[in-house]
């Protein structure tokens, strides 16, 4: 069983910079493909990106690509999300999520994670 738990979000201005972070413990941590979804008010949860277990391969949403780094350091059983440049439309609730690596691909649907983290909000201000 891998526990997640979120952390980093809070309020900042359009053009600013955030890192956040998910903790992981329970479980062979590099044996989990880790992703980051998110939920904006009103709208349905959303893939952002995912990472593979070694980290050798990520995967990311078009409206942030080039602008969202993920990254994992399987020593701090970590994974973490860097969000430059950020827009008032990244406002939302993020979710840390896991699932135990089949060997291929980096899934982007949220029915393939079985751990989730509790969240973490992001707010950005125009």
């Known amino acids: 069983q891998l526990q997640l738990v979120e952390s980093g979000g809070g309020s900042v201005q359009a053009g600013d910079s955030l890192r956040i972070s998910c903790a992981a413990s329970?479980?062979?941590?590099?044996?989990?493909?880790m992703g980051w979804f998110r939920r904006a008010p009103g709208k349905e949860r959303e893939f952002v990106a995912a990472?593979?277990?070694?980290?050798?391969?990520?995967d990311y949403t078009a409206s942030v690509k080039g602008r969202f780094t993920l990254s994992r350091d399987n020593v701090r059983n970590t994974v973490y999300l860097q969000m430059n440049s950020l827009k008032p439309e990244d406002t939302a609730v993020y979710y840390c999520a896991g699932y135990y690596s089949r060997g291929y691909g980096l899934s982007t649907t949220s029915d393939d994670y079985n751990y989730w983290g509790q969240g973490t909000q992001v707010t950005v201000s125009s």
């Open positions: 329970g479980g062979d941590f590099m044996s989990y493909t």
């Open positions: 990472i593979s277990g070694k980290g050798r391969t990520t």
